[in-house]
């Protein structure tokens, strides 16, 4: 069974990073949904992506503690700077061209060479990131079932698979992040996943 310890614990970061470090999968609060987290080795996504059930072909997104760390994996496009003035740090997921000089495991662009990249607005995932990296995410659920917005419904689905929960109650949104891809600066950004952001106001951000 997984622990489950305050995300507010003086020590919670660092046994966190640990637990990361290890190759281990731990779940964490976002301001969306709660997040299983590794850190981007090949190892660790299949760890993940077992867990989740998912298919390698969709991807798994990146949590960054910055614009800086957006910039050293992937090429940011008008557009892309556009929608992440407006919307970042929150609950928007930009699909962006990884850069050449990059290699990252397949698992995380499912194959693809584009990175989906999100700045979330909670300190936990921001924290981590900003010790460790950018971090490996995907909402804390086996695939097709409804998604984790408090600890305890973490443990109940994932509670075998999961070394370590970072609890810090009932999540913000509730509401996984809107995901757009603005990969290629000839074309226009096309949304994959409509969620916290409206396609509305993603429109009004981009006049």
């Not at 603005?182 to 996943?193: K, M, N, Q």
């Amino acid at each position: 069974m997984s622990r489950v310890i305050p995300a507010a614990a003086g020590d919670a970061l660092d046994e966190a990073a640990a637990a990361l470090r290890r190759g281990d999968l731990i779940a964490i609060p976002t301001e969306t949904v709660y997040g299983l987290a590794v850190l981007p080795n090949a190892a660790a996504l299949d760890r993940l992506l077992a867990a989740k059930q998912r298919s390698s072909e969709k991807g798994i997104q990146l949590l960054v503690d910055s614009i800086a760390q957006v910039d050293e994996l992937a090429l940011m496009t008008r557009s892309a700077g556009a929608l992440a003035d407006r919307f970042w740090p929150g609950g928007l997921t930009i699909v962006l061209r990884r850069r050449d000089d990059i290699v990252v495991p397949d698992a995380l662009g499912g194959g693809r060479p584009t990175l989906g990249l999100r700045l979330p607005d909670h300190d936990v995932p921001r924290a981590l990131a900003r010790l460790l990296g950018p971090l490996a995410a995907s909402s804390a659920n086996v695939s097709g079932e409804p998604d984790a917005t408090t600890a305890q419904r973490v443990a109940a689905s994932l509670g075998s698979e999961v070394e370590l929960i970072l609890d810090d109650g009932p999540v913000r949104g509730g509401t996984p992040s809107t995901v757009v891809d603005c990969s290629d600066p000839d074309a226009p950004p096309r949304i994959l996943r409509e969620g916290a952001i409206s396609a509305a106001d993603i429109a009004e951000a981009l006049r």
